[in-house]
């Protein structure tokens, strides 16, 4: 940060503590102002639920159920992005990245089945979350050009979703020693980085000046 220097040599900020034991209502003033904000912080730590996770062996897990819960939501959902869209490069980038998906289910189970765990799903509110928006991008768009571009923007928000998680769950998985778990996570990874840059390409190359 920088600081003036006023005509005695004090730095600005010298001058604003010296200002501050001198003048007690502005003392008092600056208190008012952090008592809310410190208040606040104290109250925001949540206590944490029964059956929260105590290691990272436990978030690990966690994820796993949230992220196979989150493929097979998206299983569902694009053949209607599919259906949606105009362009047949859209369309088939769309349908080989549900066989994708498809692979991916059966990969996460893969994972489950190396720690000697069944695979269970569990609600991940941001794939819904992704997923309800993109519905209101296609409600949103004309069908063609404009509608294209909403559901390569829609996707891409899905892969860098997955993207971010798998590369998590990947990381998590090398610190705990599952080689197993971390070829496999690693290997879904790498298929979701190919995706979203084949959606970059298909915005770059005609969709988006097309719907201009
Ligand atoms: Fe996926
Ligand atoms: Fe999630
Ligand atoms: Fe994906």
Known sequence: ??????????????????????????????????????KSADSSKVT????????????????????????????????KMEKNASSKELKNAIASHLKETEEQIKRLEAVFKSLGKKAQAEKCDAMAGLLDEGKGIIEETEIGAVRDAGIIAAAQKVEHYEIATYGTLAAFA????????????????????????????????NLNSKAE
């Open 48 to 79: 944490a639920k029964k059956g929260a996770a105590k290691d990272l062996q436990d978030l690990f897990e966690d994820g796993l159920k949230d992220i196979y819960w989150a493929e097979k939501a998206l299983k569902k959902e694009l053949p």
């Open 174 to 205: 090398k610190v705990l020693g599952h080689k197993e778990a971390l070829k496999l996570l690693l290997e879904t990874l790498k298929e979701e980085k190919k995706c979203d840059k084949t959606l970059t390409g298909l915005a770059d190359t």
């Open 1 to 38: 940060m920088a600081t003036t220097k006023d005509k005695k040599g004090t730095t600005a900020k010298n001058k604003s503590a010296d200002s501050k034991k001198s003048s007690t209502k502005k003392a008092t003033t600056k208190k008012k102002d952090t008592a809310p904000k410190s």
